[in-house]
């Protein structure tokens, strides 16, 4: 059964560097989504991705974060200057349809120190 | 703006026995859809089941079952014969029909105790 894949599992990083966590979505999916989920916290929509460009974005998708599909398969989140509150689990999620379930990849856990 | 409410914090169940997972939500809006998703401790999300708020039947899915009430704003899952790998965190999750971004509930943490 197809699944969404995300690498790396666990990113240490220090406050001030930039990450760049990538997530591979399921193939015939067109919706990709990044959400995250601060420990013992409710799950946080960041982005929403479709045809190239950013269809629907949260108030925590600040300036900081950017998000890409360098090719046919990848689909990236970039934190530019990491703070501690970053600190999350980041899920990425993708969709055939945007009313459609999403599928959700196992998530990288970030600590940011 | 859409709030999901689950009030239930912690819920503990013996194994065979039927429970349910309560989940209330606010929005205006008519065309929306209603999830519930399972957090094992792997932490992975994985969906158990999905309904459309212009459907009237409940999602049924195996043991997984949802009382869905529309007028209340009400989207309660029913687990029956639960079982062990039952066990996890649930989170019921709203989406807007003209957007795609889900909004979670805090989650109820259930345990299934044999």
């Known amino acids: 059964e197809p699944e969404v894949t995300q690498t790396p599992s666990h990113q240490v990083t220090q406050m001030g560097q930039e990450v760049i966590l990538r997530c591979v979505p399921i193939?015939?999916?067109?919706?990709f989504y990044w959400y995250r989920q601060i420990l013992g916290q409710k799950v946080e929509f960041l982005v929403s991705?479709?045809?190239?460009?950013?269809?629907?974005k949260s108030e925590i998708f600040d300036d900081q974060f950017s998000v890409e599909r360098p090719d046919g398969s990848n689909f990236t989140l970039k934190i530019r200057s990491t703070k501690l509150e970053d600190s999350a689990m980041y899920f990425c999620?993708?969709?055939?349809?945007?009313?459609?379930?999403?599928?959700f990849g196992p998530g990288t856990r970030l600590t940011v120190t | 703006a859409q709030t999901v409410t689950q009030s239930q914090p912690e819920m503990s169940v013996q194994e065979a026995e039927t429970v349910t997972l309560s989940c209330t939500y606010d929005?205006?809006?008519?065309?929306?859809?209603l999830f519930w998703y399972k957090q094992p401790p792997s932490r992975q999300m994985i969906l158990v089941i999905r309904?459309?708020?212009?459907?009237?039947q409940n999602a049924t899915e195996n043991r997984f079952s949802v009382n869905f009430q529309k007028a209340a704003k009400s989207f309660s899952l029913k687990i029956s014969d639960s079982q062990l790998g039952d066990t996890a965190m649930y989170f019921c999750?709203?989406?807007?029909?003209?957007?795609?971004?889900?909004?979670f509930g805090k989650g109820t943490k259930l345990s299934v105790k044999p």
């Open positions: 999620a993708s969709s055939e349809w945007r009313e459609d379930e999403q599928y």
């Open positions: 991705f479709y045809n190239n460009e950013i269809s629907e």
């Open positions: 999750a709203f989406m807007e029909g003209s957007q795609g971004n889900l909004i």
């Open positions: 929005t205006s809006e008519n065309n929306y859809y």
């Open positions: 309904q459309e708020a212009y459907k009237q």
């Open positions: 193939s015939n999916h067109l919706y």
